[in-house]
């Protein structure tokens, strides 16, 4: 499967190496160039491309930035990708350590990757936002192993989280759905799920127990 990755850092890197491993042509972005992703590069075979055409032909495009960065990305940084593409949104917001104050977020109540959606112009399906990025290389199991993490897995298009869980399979986890994007407050920052790792019933479990208030380390 052709993949576009934005973002190169803890995740997006991981998620070369592992997506890499797996066969699929990988093109990766990041904010000061492909010329800066030759390590990478070299490492894993992906392709490192500008921002603009990281989408381009691709059947999931990963971002994965901070999200005070993502109002930065390019007009049009979809444009070119498969029409049936997956959008993940790896997303955390983080107002007092590193984003700062987001108006919609805070006051209009979206989620953050609702806002993160609007913000792009097309829906995004959350994931791996609460997964430590070694975990991507050093946890990944067969089906059915007894100590497979499962991932909270958010979205409103169904084709698009069916695409992803599947991927997200193929990397070596299981997946529980959370919901739509309106519900992906269940696995934001602070939240019981953030961080945990357990599988499909303590996840789930952990979903259900997450409260719609906004924790105050994570209010700006
Ligand atoms: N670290 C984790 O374990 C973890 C786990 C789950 C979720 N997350 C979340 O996932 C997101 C990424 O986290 P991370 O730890 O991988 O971040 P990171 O290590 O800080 O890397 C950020 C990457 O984003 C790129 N970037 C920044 N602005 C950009 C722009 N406008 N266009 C294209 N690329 C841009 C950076 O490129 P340059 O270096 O060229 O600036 C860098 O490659 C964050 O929202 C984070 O909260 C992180």
Redesign the pocket.
Known sequence: MKIGI???????GNLTRRLTALGHDVSV????GPE?LTALAEETGATPVP?REAARDAEVVVI????K?IP??PAGVLDGAAESVAVID???Y?PQQRDGRIAAIEDEGLTESAWTAREIGHTVVKA??????QDILDRPRPAGAPDRQAVPVAGDDEAAKAKVRALIDELGFDTVDTGTLADSWRQQPGTPVYGLRDGIDGVAKALTEASPERPSDFRG
């Open positions: 934005i973002g190169a850092g803890n995740i997006g972005a990041n904010s000061r800066t921002v994965t930035i901070p999200v960065a930065n990305l790896t997303g955390n983080y791996f936002n609460g997964t430590y990025a």
